[in-house]
């Protein structure tokens, strides 16, 4: 089972930043936070990771509460192409353990 | 391009009948892993293999599904009897089995391969 919940969708306005909650309340301390993004009709694609500190890049930036009980997805200027499915996981650093995908939320960035 | 391929990416077949579907990773890549998505849900682990050897497999991986890897690079999903209930997107995915944590194999999907059963 998924060890992550997110709402189930979310709408944006084009432009503005979108922020994506995930809430992961029993992590583990060697368990990572990842994201992922699925654009219809493709399949899963990498945006970022983090463990403890708030990460960027150039997709998108990711904060973690310093519980890491939750974190926040941040697309700073979300554009129509963001439009997708945004998936939260947790992963230890265990490199046999595998992704455990959940229904995500379904972000829906409006003209 | 150099990213996962997936053949064929649309599948239409009538029940009882066999399908296989065929995954090419980036060629660098060590592991690969099988998902199955239905319409509204995340990927579900199948299965994965690191070089040719198959780690682990989920238990939604029932006796007629097989996968294989057989030389370490390209793998092959085989549905033996079709049910409608295998009808869904099957994706394959890649990653590499990092020494750092500054790589902890993440993973890169191909399209898909979308199976209809009917």
């Known amino acids: 089972d998924a060890k992550t919940t997110q709402p189930p969708s979310m709408d944006c306005a084009e432009g503005r930043a979108a922020n994506l909650p995930c809430n992961h309340s029993t992590i583990s301390g060697n368990e990572y936070v990842y994201w992922y993004r699925q654009i219809h009709s493709q399949g899963p694609q990498y945006i970022i990771h983090g463990l403890k500190n708030n990460e960027t890049n150039e997709m998108a930036s990711l904060i973690i509460t310093e519980d890491r009980k939750s974190s926040t997805l941040i697309l700073p200027h979300a554009t129509l192409r963001d439009t997708a499915v945004y998936y939260c996981i947790v992963r230890s650093d265990n490199y046999g353990q595998n992704f455990v995908f959940g229904p995500g939320t379904r972000l829906s960035v409006l003209p | 391009d150099t990213g996962v391929s997936q053949d064929p990416r649309h599948k239409i ?29 995340g990927p579900e682990f199948l299965t994965y293999f690191q070089n040719e050897a198959q780690l682990e497999k989920s238990r939604l991986l029932s006796d007629r599904f097989s996968a294989e890897r057989p030389k370490g690079s390209f793998s092959t999903l085989e549905i033996q009897r079709t049910e409608q209930g295998d009808s869904a997107m099957y994706l394959c995915a890649s990653s590499f089995r990092a020494t750092t944590h500054l790589l902890l194999g993440e993973l890169f999907f191909g399209e898909g391969s979308r199976l209809t059963v009917l």
Not at chain 2, 13 to 41: A, M
């Open chain 2, 13 to 41: 077949t009538k029940r009882g009948q066999n399908v296989t579907f065929r995954c090419d990773p980036i060629s660098e890549h060590n592991r690969l892993y099988w998902y199955r998505q239905t319409l509204g849900q």
